[in-house]
């Protein structure tokens, strides 16, 4: 029902900042919960960030909290992930997902989200 589309990766120096943006189709977007995942080559898929549907509340991993920012326009139908402060180790492909209806608990669970965009690759040098 929804096809998330993520751009705005690319190539930052570590310290710098770049921005996310994640644009589902769907003209009922704002009933959607939101997450951010990301997988560097050889480790597993993780978590990132998550926002509600309606009251907006966030949830981050421990690895990016007070760096990443996790956003939504229900206007524009979508979802943006401010990165500040990176690092190398924020190398990874940014993936984008969807669950109808909204979350409100396991925002960090893969298998809770009914669709995903195709990834964007951020890469942090140090």
């Known amino acids: 029902q929804v096809q998330p589309v993520e751009s705005g990766g690319g190539l930052v120096q570590a310290g710098g900042s770049l921005r996310l943006s994640c644009a589902a189709s769907g003209r009922t977007f704002s009933s959607y919960a939101m997450g951010w995942f990301r997988q560097a080559p050889g480790k597993e898929r993780e978590f990132v960030a998550a926002?509600?549907?309606?009251?907006?509340?966030?949830y981050y991993a421990d690895s990016v909290k007070g760096r990443f920012t996790i956003s939504r326009d229900n206007v524009k139908n979508t979802v943006y992930l401010q990165m500040n402060s990176l690092k190398p180790e924020d190398t990874a492909v940014y993936y984008c997902?969807?669950?109808?209806?909204?979350?409100?608990?396991?925002?960090?669970?893969?298998?809770?989200?009914?669709?995903w965009g195709q990834g964007t690759q951020v890469t942090v040098s140090s």
């Open positions: 926002i509600r549907r309606s009251a907006g509340a966030t």
């Open positions: 997902a969807a669950k109808m209806r909204g979350l409100t608990s396991g925002f960090d669970v893969r298998s809770n989200y009914d669709d």
